[in-house]
């Protein structure tokens, strides 16, 4: 089962690519994740990606489009895989869309997350990320068992920059902008499926797997 996730940052469909990874035996695969390995390894890319992240953009789609299309084509991917975070813009998706009928495949489901702006914005100042090992939290939603301290590692928690206020709010019209097209574009090829992702997670899930299947 080919999945690709969509919705605004902060709609939670991060958390839901890691449920239905787990519930389908699937990889997970998610661009920012990616990026944030590679800064934090300090490799040519992650230096080149940091700049863009840093203040809400998105990084350019020939520095995104290889790096997937090379991931998918890995042995790990055969039956499937949920990709969280690409592709976010029109030509991404045309790419991706390119490269799988070369193989054969397309995509069977897009699953749009949606989350109201408003609710986003106070979400996001929530968010804790672990500074050793990358996992996420949220003060609220998600808390780790001991405050500002991560359960996988034990790392030191921080809000990340592009989790700060100001960039949210550009991140928020970057996604307008550049990513919401894309609901259009899974329509007309008939796989988008929109949940609602202001309810619980657990609910958010439940709806998933009703059209994904046991
Ligand atoms: P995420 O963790 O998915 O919210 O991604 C964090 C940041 O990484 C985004 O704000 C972008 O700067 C960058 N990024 C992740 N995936 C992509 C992509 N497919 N295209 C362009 N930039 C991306």
Redesign the pocket.
């Known amino acids: 089962m080919k999945i690709i996730m969509l919705g605004a940052?902060?709609a939670g469909?991060?958390t839901q690519a890691k449920k239905i990874a787990a519930k389908y035996g699937i990889p997970h695969i998610?661009?920012?994740?990616?990026?944030?390995a590679n800064i934090k390894n300090g490799t040519e890319l992650g230096k080149k990606?940091k700049t863009?992240?840093d203040?809400?953009?998105?990084?350019?789609?020939e520095?995104?489009v290889d790096l997937?299309v090379d991931r998918v084509n890995q042995d790990d991917c055969k039956n499937g895989y949920v990709l969280?975070?690409?592709?976010?813009?029109i030509p991404?998706a045309e790419a991706l869309t390119e490269a799988l009928e070369k193989m054969g495949q397309k995509v069977d489901f897009a699953i749009d997350v949606n989350v109201p702006d408003e609710n986003i914005v106070k979400r996001m100042g929530g968010r804790r990320a672990c500074v050793t090992c990358g996992a996420t939290y949220h003060m609220v939603y998600a808390p780790t068992k001991k405050e500002g301290i991560c359960d996988t590692c034990g790392g030191e928690l921080i809000l990340r920059d592009?989790d700060k206020p100001e960039t949210v709010q550009k991140?928020l019209n970057?996604y307008h902008d550049q990513t919401q097209p894309l609901i259009d574009y899974y329509t007309s090829q008939g796989i988008l499926r929109t949940v609602d992702g202001t309810v619980d997670i657990d609910d958010v899930f439940r709806a998933i797997t009703e059209f994904l299947g046991a």
């Open positions: 940052p902060g469909k991060g998610s661009t920012g994740d990616i990026f944030r990606a863009y992240m203040q809400g953009l998105l990084v350019p789609d520095l995104v997937v969280d975070g690409f592709p976010r813009t991404q592009d991140r970057v």
